[in-house]
């Protein structure tokens, strides 16, 4: 469940510097310098976020535009990175999230990736098939085994709940069962997002490919069932 963003950038210290910061959150960053073929990339691929620079104004108002009109895009958060004299009327009227003012400074671009990685890991859960479930779990980390409570699960993490404070910057490793299948699964993980009911959402890292599709064929099989049953009191009613 890696989370993307496209950059479209015609600089390369700030690339490079956008880079940085974005990997500390573990999202993945594509530059591009040229809106046309950022557009066809959006089109083509699907980005948790899109960063304009608005220094080439043409530019980025001919990607933000277009933005509207691309479907995979339509939860894709939107930063633009702006000088002080751009009018900021300017860069809410295209649907910007996030105006991040230049120089950049570092520890203010890291505190605004912090309160959006939350909404971006969210955008990209919903994305996948996810199933709620009341599931008992054991979370490591460091020399700690502590229990917790899975809330929901996907392919590429799970929501959960434990009675102590986790680390936000430690690997995990979690062990769970699903529902109606034997054996235990182990996987390492990262925690992603948290909210304040005390929820967490960590995303899988690594996982074993055999223990992958065992998670992915649970969440599948749960899921059709669901809907053939909606589908059955749908003709019932």
């Known amino acids: 469940m890696q989370l993307r963003a496209l950059?479209?950038?015609?600089?390369?210290?700030?690339?490079?510097?956008?880079?940085?910061?974005?990997?500390?959150?573990?999202?993945?960053?594509?530059?591009?310098?040229e809106p046309r073929v950022a557009l066809q990339n959006l089109k083509d691929q699907r980005y948790e976020a899109v960063i304009v620079d608005s220094e080439d104004r043409a530019g980025a108002m001919l990607?933000?535009?277009?933005?509207?009109?691309?479907?995979?895009?339509?939860?894709?958060?939107?930063?633009v990175l702006v000088d002080q004299q751009t009018v900021l009327a300017t860069a809410f009227s295209t649907g910007t999230h996030l105006v991040i003012y230049k120089?950049?400074?570092?520890?203010?671009?890291?505190?605004?990736?912090?309160?959006?990685?939350?909404?971006?890991?969210?955008?990209?859960?919903r994305q996948f098939g996810r199933v709620r479930?009341?599931?008992?779990?054991?979370?490591?980390?460091?020399?700690k085994?502590?229990?917790?409570?899975?809330?929901?699960?996907?392919?590429?993490?799970?929501?959960?709940t434990t009675k102590e404070s986790i680390p936000t910057t430690q690997p995990l490793s979690l062990?769970?069962?699903?529902?109606?299948?034997?054996?235990?699964?182990t996987t390492a993980a990262t925690v992603v997002w948290s909210d304040i009911r005390g929820q967490i959402g960590a995303q899988f890292v690594d996982m074993e490919p055999?223990?992958?599709?065992?998670?992915?064929?649970?969440?599948?099989?749960?899921?059709?069932?669901?809907r053939l049953q909606k589908a059955v009191a749908d003709f019932e009613a």
């Not at 400074?105 to 912090?114: F, H, Q, V």
């Not at 479930?133 to 980390?141: E, H, Q, S």
């Not at 055999?210 to 669901?226: D, E, F, G, R």
């Open 63 to 79: 990607l933000l535009d277009g933005l509207k009109t691309i479907p995979s895009c339509k939860n894709s958060l939107r930063i």
């Open 145 to 160: 085994n502590l229990p917790a409570s899975i809330q929901d699960i996907s392919q590429g993490g799970v929501a959960f």
């Open 7 to 33: 950059l479209l950038c015609h600089h390369s210290a700030t690339v490079q510097f956008m880079n940085r910061a974005f990997k500390e959150f573990s999202i993945e960053v594509e530059a591009c310098s």
């Open 210 to 226: 055999a223990a992958h599709q065992v998670v992915c064929n649970w969440i599948t099989s749960h899921l059709t069932s669901k």
């Open 133 to 143: 479930v009341k599931v008992p779990a054991i979370v490591r980390f460091a020399d």
């Open 103 to 125: 120089p950049i400074s570092a520890d203010r671009l890291r505190n605004s990736l912090r309160a959006l990685c939350p909404l971006m890991n969210r955008k990209l859960q």
């Open 175 to 185: 062990d769970f069962v699903l529902p109606g299948r034997p054996g235990i699964i």
